[in-house]
């Protein structure tokens, strides 16, 4: 078996768990919120194993590298890392819609990384620059980061839906507003993480930690967007609308950084 | 005046300003490519928005005044918000008086009273339990005739928050120490040969070390596809003619010297060496090997002609390597030039004065692209960069926990008050709480 047919079929499985932590919200029944999750644990084991057959097969290639290393690969681990820090914080923030939001959001990147003619999914060689054991730590915290920023997006988004169009199913107000500030707060430190693994590999790639590359200024650009998030909650008490205005503005750019490099500007990390 | 300046440093609003501010000026230089030489910004822009746009060094917005100056005017606004921080950060982290102060008891953050009739020893014992499911083990004092507890934990975790602001500090020192010592280069060097002068990036001109570099080998390793999947270069340090130091560079694989970083960053082909050309005499058949040098001529055996080549190139017009070759005869004004490519290629071509000319074989001379720095600065970097994620991790993980608990009254009838304060979490802190009071109160009726 091939590892993009288990990943069509966790595209599949994610999106049937939305649907059912839908269902369980709905209908307000417990029972179905215990398949909701199965599903969920099901797809994430199926994709796990995807990536270590992926892996395997690199090496069964002779081109042997952990699959994080070019655009297809990155949206399945993107997906991956939803999923984990939904499953992570679920046991805090007990609300199927979450559930809803992670599994969704995973579906969407799953499917897109299928069925877009701009990804390629073959399993390609590493250029040299990637060769590195920066490499992987680099990539995870990078991911993770980006995974607590679309959920911190997610509970944004359904903040200001619950504020201005007065929902009343979505779960109330001020609960929303800490998930927001969590996510954000544990994003950052991710970045953070990933920022200095990035500048310790330029550092032994090209002999400079920073050089005002565009991934590097818009990973700083987000950075400081998120920075901003933070102090205006910490020290100036935003709560609400404001503040879920800002965590919208940085998960723009957490997209611009990820894909607007790629496609709009150029730079050294062409390759992903 | 100095208090108006002091006011505007010392407020977050300026922080989120800057932020904000360096956000979104950061973005033009994404957008506008940075360091090119002047002439290519000259020939995109018309003059009026050429010179706006030299005016405030867009085109190495990076390293402008008033970027530095926005950078400055951070660096002192974090020094002022955390020297502000720090008399209440030590008041905190310094050990707490056992002499309780019953003040607390008014002015916590978290506060609880109630009474119970209970027996003191249950009473006594409910606390420690509570206290130490929520915080950690009491301290017990009486003092007349009132029971006193106190616990206290994750008092360290206050400092995070200054770690994280003095790593910021300390990187962006280190960005301004490497900025004025250091320099980023490059160097490409064709194997065999050697070099002491580094090209500065930006156009900030060349760098002249005091030894020399010499490439002793370049060597490259292709996948199936073409791409590159391996390349090095054996470099040796020289001095005075002499050998220093030896090594092999790979990509993420740097050597040091001398507090200067030689990274292998590229390659390309420089050229040609051993060149053997083959000419056919086709009249006799015999064939001939020659072995130019680029723009040296040769006599070309059994005629009164000469040949040389012009250069060589790694593909033409698709049909692969190929040379230039050029024949020189007696008598004739215009030379004849000509492509000359490996066997089969072409070969009408090739066929000039009764010769049959092919390329036989040669080899690539490549030269090495070699990224070399120097960057006092940066372990300044480093240690920023580990502080603050010790910041990070003592603000995320630990959180700091005090709790007073008093016990008056006389039998019968005693007041329990409860204190508590809390660095973060205070929510979920005080539904522990009121369960765990619950829970004791529950008990305590049964």
Redesign the interface.
């Known amino acids: 078996m091939n590892d993009t047919f288990l990943i069509s079929i966790v595209t599949f499985t994610y999106f049937s768990a939305a649907f059912v932590f839908l269902i369980s919200i709905v209908f307000n029944k417990k029972s179905v919120d215990k398949w909701a999750l199965i599903i969920t644990v099901a797809g994430l084991i199926l994709q796990t194993s995807a990536i270590i057959m992926r892996w395997i097969h690199s090496y069964q290639l002779g081109i042997g590298h952990a699959p994080l290393s070019n655009f297809y690969e990155s949206l399945v681990f993107f997906s991956w890392s939803i999923i984990f820090v939904y499953l992570i914080i679920r046991k805090r923030y007990r609300d199927n819609l979450f559930g809803v939001l992670s599994a969704f959001f995973a579906f969407l990147i799953l499917a897109y990384a299928s069925l877009s003619s701009n990804v390629n999914c073959t399993i390609q060689p590493l250029i040299p620059a990637l060769q590195s054991n920066w490499l992987i730590s680099h990539v995870i915290s990078s991911f993770l980061a980006y995974a607590c920023f679309t959920i911190a997006f997610g509970t944004s988004i359904l903040y200001l839906l619950k504020i201005k169009m007065k929902m009343s199913m979505l779960p109330d107000a001020l609960f929303l507003d800490e998930v927001t500030y969590k996510m954000v707060s544990i994003g950052f430190v991710l970045l953070t993480l990933g920022i200095i693994t990035g500048a310790a590999w330029a550092d032994r790639a090209w002999g400079r930690y920073w050089g005002w590359d565009p991934k590097e200024t818009w990973s700083l650009i987000t950075w400081l967007i998120y920075g901003a998030f933070l102090h205006t909650h910490l020290a100036r008490g935003w709560r609400g609308v404001k503040l879920s205005l800002v965590s919208i503005i940085g998960f723009i750019a957490v997209i611009f950084t990820y894909l607007g490099v790629n496609y709009v500007l150029s730079g050294l990390h062409s390759y992903l | 005046m100095i208090k108006k300046l002091h006011k505007l440093f010392s407020s977050?609003?300026l922080?989120?300003f800057l932020?904000?501010f360096?956000?979104v000026t950061?973005?033009i230089?994404?957008?506008i490519q940075?360091g090119l030489p002047m002439e290519r910004y000259k020939s995109l822009y018309s003059p009026g928005v050429f010179s706006a746009l030299k005016f405030f060094n867009i085109f190495d917005m990076?390293h402008s005044w008033w970027f530095t100056t926005l950078l400055t005017l951070l660096s002192i606004n974090i020094i002022v918000c955390t020297f502000k921080q720090v008399p209440r950060i030590i008041r905190l982290i310094s050990p707490e008086k056992k002499e309780i102060d019953d003040t607390v008891f008014k002015s916590s953050q978290i506060r609880k009273t109630f009474q119970s009739q209970k027996k003191l020893s249950d009473i006594e014992r409910h606390a420690e339990i509570i206290i130490k499911s929520l915080v950690g083990t009491p301290v017990k004092t009486v003092k007349n005739d009132t029971i006193y507890f106190l616990a206290e934990r994750g008092r360290y975790s206050r400092l995070g928050m200054i770690f994280v602001h003095i790593s910021i500090l300390l990187i962006l020192a280190g960005?301004l120490i490497g900025t004025i010592l250091g320099f980023?280069g490059q160097m490409n060097i064709v194997e065999g040969e050697k070099s002491d002068t580094v090209t500065l990036f930006g156009g900030e001109g060349a760098k002249k070390l005091d030894f020399d570099v010499r490439c002793d080998d370049f060597t490259v390793e292709f996948?199936e596809?073409g791409?590159?999947?391996?390349?090095k270069t054996d470099l040796t340090i020289m001095n005075d003619g002499k050998k220093v130091v030896s090594g092999t560079i790979?990509?993420?694989?740097?050597l040091i010297y001398k507090g200067l970083?030689?990274?292998q960053?590229t390659y390309g082909i420089a050229g040609v060496s051993d060149l053997l050309i083959g000419a056919k005499n086709n009249k006799t058949g015999e064939k001939t090997a020659l072995n130019p040098n680029i723009m040296k001529k040769v006599p070309l055996p059994g005629s009164n002609a000469s040949f040389a080549i012009a250069r060589f190139v790694t593909d033409q017009d698709g049909m692969g390597p190929a040379v230039l070759g050029v024949l020189l005869e007696p008598g004739k004004a215009q030379h004849d030039i000509f492509w000359i490519f490996q066997n089969g290629h072409n070969i009408n071509q090739q066929q000039k004065s009764g010769f049959t000319f092919t390329l036989d074989s040669f080899s690539r001379l490549y030269y090495t692209g070699i990224?070399?720095?120097k960057?006092p600065g940066?372990p300044l970097?480093w240690i920023g960069?580990c502080l603050?994620?010790m910041g990070?991790i003592l603000s995320?993980f630990f959180t700091h926990k005090r709790i007073w608990m008093k016990i008056s009254g006389s039998q019968d009838k005693y007041e329990i008050s409860i204190a508590a304060s809390v660095s973060k979490n205070r929510?979920s802190f005080e539904e522990q709480l009121a369960g765990l009071t619950r829970e004791a109160a529950v008990e305590q009726t049964k």
Do not use: W
């Open positions: 977050v609003k922080t989120i932020f904000l360096l956000a950061s973005i230089g994404t957008i940075q990076y960005g980023h996948h596809t791409m590159p999947k391996e390349y790979r990509v993420n694989h740097p970083k030689f990274c960053a990224q070399v720095s960057d940066v970097v960069f603050i994620m990070f995320l929510k």
